[in-house]
Each structure stands twice: as structure tokens, then as C-alpha cells.
């Protein structure tokens, strides 16, 4: 009886343990760069996060329904999966489930990436002969590492193309901060897809509200541009969110010759003392590794500050105003020109189907004297001082801060609405994976701060009779998917 007893009570506190991790309780292998390890501050941070009157606190810690579009992975799929693994190439599993641009492309044996393609390659034939988009997601199709995608190649539960009476339609649009990690159970959209069911069942139960991501990872905004002009806009959206503020932040512009030094190396926390079964059972236990992480703090002494970096010189624009920047300026820096010209085109797409765009700010988990844990922490410490070396981290903040002043001065000047997540997401370090993306507890928290402005907005619209629109005319297929696509042969010396 003693033993079973302590048998029940472990899984019990198991089980709480992954839910305040924001884990899935069925999963066995956990994912361990998905979550913080041995501090989730989720829901303590919960109440620092202002929240609309007409949406109930309970809400956050609600799940999406399970998708119904969830399938088996075929056994070969998983074969090929583990082949591509052990074979270490750039080209892995996630890349196989993607149908790629022909134009991108091109001869993939004189790409060192496609080159390495599993034997063959799909592709679709871009109607403008640009590369852009350079991929879409394979329709209703589950991968070996868990994305779900609908009949429309995009992430999430299935959803007709053909729109319903009385719908609100809303799609984002953005890079691999929107479209998540693959292995998560649901991107923030989906939350807020939730949510806003929720919602309407309570306030609107007359009405329906479709919450769809196009997002894709890798992509910057000329690609999003093509996206929201090729597959969003067919697709009659009332509102399109754009968020992303990564993939083209990049300092150089403002350096006039790259300095040099030495990389930082990076922090490898060794494994922590003591048997072997223990850090394999660490693998599958939520509560022996947070035991783990503990062991290895006391193992790894670290101060989890910046890295020493070479010197260099910033070189502002001349006469470019930080506080109040002039948008119409060339030169604005970590490509800003390039986006706001993309959004100009993405506003331009939608206007001849009366749809409205959103804009968004982005947070990067960086500021001057930012101190990481070394264990929890590892990968932002890395993402800062490795993958954007040799930038300094007061340089990150400030350009970062800059991005989001031109982002909400252009939907000032444009009559648009500005969603601020940088401003209204706790800057807590346990709720990112690295500088940009989230942790699932981060993913949940960042679509309930966009849910929070997105019930005002969607208020006001069915206050003012603007929302719901008259059903459009539409055809039941999406037209990217009308011609099939084709499939070539790659066997590259």
C-alpha cells in the first residue's frame, strides 16, 4: 500500500509539475528546449499583463481543443527522420515536408543546402518567376516533429477556404516567431484562436471568428509581402497581423569596417554529477531533471553576463532622429527602409478586398546589464553573444527600441492599429528559448497579450457595423494549391 501510494503521488505531482511547465501531459520524451527548466514564472507574471474587461482570467490556462487534423507519422517518414538526423546535414526532416520555390531553387546540386535533399524535392512554380515565397508547408500533412498543417499548408486545425456567414477572418502573418517551433503542441495564434471562441461564445455566440497563421520560418518581409499577395489575400481576410522584427536586424549599415576579435565560446554545462540512469530518466521527468538543473547550478559556477566584445563605432544616419525618425529617409538602419516599402505593398494587396492590416511590435530579450541564468538561460546567452556577435548588448536594445518607434509612428501615419507586444510582454528571460523565440510558456504568454488588444479592436468593429462583412464569393480551393506540384529527382555528387 506504502508503495503505491508513493507510486500515485509522483505521477500526480508529475502531472502538475508539466502543467505548470506548460508541457503536454501524454508526451513522454519531453522537449527540453521547448520550456524553462525549474522556473516557471508564467503564471506569476500573469497579472502584469493588462487585460480587456470582457475577457476572463480563467481563459489563460485553457488548451486548444485537440486538432482533428493530427495524423500517425508513417513509419518511413520517422525512418527518414532519424536517417537525416545521424547524417547531420543542413537538409533534416522539417525540410523534406516543405514544397520549395523552383526559382529558389534552381539547380539545387549547386546549392550546398539542396544538395543534400533525401534523393528528391517538390516544388511549385511561382506565377511571378520570383523566389519568394521560398517554400510552403505540405496541406493537411503531420512531420515526424510534430507540425500539423490544414488544407491550406498553413499551421494549425483545419479551416475552409470558402468563407462562412457571419465569420470574422483573421490571418497572421510573420517568420518562426509566429509560426513557433514545429515540436510545440500549438503556436500562439492557435491560443488566441482558442480564446477568441471562447469570447464569442460568451459575448457573440452569433457569430464565428477563424484565426489562421501563414507564417513560415526563415522568411523576411519581402517574403511575408508575397505571401499576404498570394495565399493571404485569396483567402478574403478581415484583419492580417504582421510580426516579425528578426531575420533583418542587423547592425552593419551602422559599423564602417566589422571589427575584429576572437568569439566568445560557449557555455557547456557539463552533466551533472552522479549515475548515468538518472540523466537518461531526466529525459522523460519533469521533476528529476528540475532536480538536475539544480545539481548542475551548483556544478557550474557562472556570472550569466554579457561576453567580452571588440570595440567599434556605431554610425548613426545623419540627422536621423531616434525619438520621432523620419520615415520617408533611405537610410534607415537594420533594414527598416526595405520594411516599411513591404508593408506599403502588403497594404496595397489588401486594399482591393477592403481588408485592414495590423502592425506589431517586437521584443528581443536583451537590454543593457542583462544577467542570465547559465543553466535556464543557456541558449538566450548563447543567441546574444554568439549568433549576433560582436554586437553589444546596450546596441541590440537601443536598435531594438528604434524598430519599434518607426514600426507604431508608420501605423500613426498609415490610420492602422499597433499591437504592442514588446510593451505589454513581462520581460522575463524563462518565458524566451533565445533572443527572439519564445518558450512554450512564452508562446502561451505572448498571445494572451495580443488577445488582450486584439477584444478592444474587434469590439469596435462590430460596434461600428464594419465587422462581420457580407460573405464573398469564393471558390472551395485555395488557388496555390490548384496545380499540383511537381516532384524532381536529386542525386548530387
Not at 66 to 90: F, H, I, S, Y
Not at 351 to 365: C, G, H, N, Q, R
Request: glycine share 6%.
Amino acid at each position: 500500500m506504502v508503495s503505491v501510494t508513493i507510486l500515485i503521488g509522483l505521477i500526480f505531482a508529475e502531472g502538475a509539475a508539466r502543467v505548470l511547465a506548460g508541457l503536454p501531459l501524454t508526451q513522454l520524451e519531453l522537449p527540453v528546449r521547448l520550456v524553462n527548466i525549474g522556473n516557471d514564472t508564467t503564471a506569476e507574471r500573469l497579472d502584469d499583463v493588462p487585460r480587456a474587461p470582457s475577457v476572463e482570467r480563467a481563459w489563460f490556462f485553457s488548451d486548444p481543443p485537440p486538432l482533428p487534423n493530427r495524423k500517425p507519422v508513417p513509419p518511413e517518414a520517422m525512418e527518414l527522420d532519424r536517417t537525416l538526423q545521424k547524417a547531420g546535414t543542413p537538409f533534416q526532416s522539417p525540410e523534406v515536408f516543405k514544397i520549395w520555390n523552383s526559382v529558389l531553387v534552381g539547380d539545387p546540386c549547386k546549392s550546398p543546402f539542396f544538395a543534400n535533399a533525401p534523393g528528391s524535392l517538390e516544388l511549385f512554380d511561382p506565377e511571378d518567376g520570383k523566389p519568394n515565397p521560398p517554400f510552403r508547408f505540405r496541406p493537411d500533412t503531420t512531420s515526424p516533429i510534430g507540425l500539423v498543417t490544414n488544407d491550406l499548408g498553413w499551421r494549425g486545425a483545419p479551416i475552409d477556404f470558402a468563407r462562412a456567414p457571419k465569420t470574422i477572418r483573421i490571418v497572421f502573418a510573420g517568420a518562426s516567431t509566429t509560426a513557433d517551433t514545429h515540436q510545440m503542441p500549438y503556436s500562439y495564434p492557435e491560443f488566441i484562436a482558442h480564446w477568441l471562441n471562447l469570447w464569442a461564445a460568451k459575448n457573440r455566440p452569433d457569430l464565428k471568428i477563424e484565426v489562421a497563421s501563414a507564417a513560415r520560418e526563415s522568411i523576411n518581409s519581402e517574403g511575408i509581402e508575397s505571401i499576404v499577395r498570394t495565399e493571404i489575400v485569396p483567402a478574403r481576410p478581415d484583419l492580417v497581423i504582421y510580426h516579425e522584427g528578426g531575420n533583418q536586424f542587423r547592425l552593419e549599415s551602422l559599423v564602417a569596417s566589422m571589427p575584429q576579435g576572437e568569439k566568445p565560446q560557449p557555455m557547456k554545462p557539463r552533466e551533472p554529477p552522479g549515475p548515468a540512469w538518472l540523466n537518461v530518466l531526466a529525459r522523460y521527468s519533469d521533476i528529476v531533471r528540475r532536480i538536475q538543473v539544480l545539481r548542475a547550478s551548483d556544478e557550474l559556477p557562472s556570472t550569466g553576463l554579457e561576453a567580452p566584445k571588440p570595440d567599434y563605432q556605431l554610425t548613426w544616419p545623419k540627422d536621423l532622429s531616434e525619438t520621432d525618425p523620419d520615415l520617408a529617409r533611405k537610410d534607415l538602419p537594420v533594414s527598416l527602409t526595405q520594411i516599411l516599402g513591404d508593408l506599403d505593398r502588403i497594404q496595397a494587396d489588401l486594399k482591393p478586398i477592403d481588408a485592414e492590416l495590423a502592425v506589431t511590435s517586437f521584443l528581443w530579450m536583451v537590454k543593457d546589464g542583462l544577467k542570465l541564468d547559465p543553466v535556464r538561460n543557456r541558449m538566450i546567452w548563447d543567441y546574444l553573444n554568439l549568433y549576433m556577435y560582436p554586437w553589444r548588448y546596450r546596441d541590440l536594445e537601443r536598435l531594438a527600441n528604434f524598430q519599434n518607434r518607426v514600426l507604431k509612428k508608420y501605423t500613426q501615419e498609415h490610420g492602422i492599429d499597433f499591437i504592442d507586444v514588446a510593451g505589454r510582454m513581462p520581460f522575463d528571460p524563462d518565458l524566451y528559448a533565445d533572443g527572439v523565440h519564445t518558450t512554450y510558456p512564452g508562446t502561451r504568454m505572448k498571445g494572451w497579450v495580443i488577445l488582450q488588444q486584439l477584444v478592444p479592436l474587434i469590439e469596435a468593429r462590430l460596434k461600428s457595423g464594419a465587422w462581420p462583412r457580407p460573405q464573398p464569393a469564393m471558390d472551395s480551393t485555395p488557388p496555390w494549391f490548384k496545380t499540383p506540384p511537381r516532384r524532381i529527382e536529386v542525386h548530387c555528387k
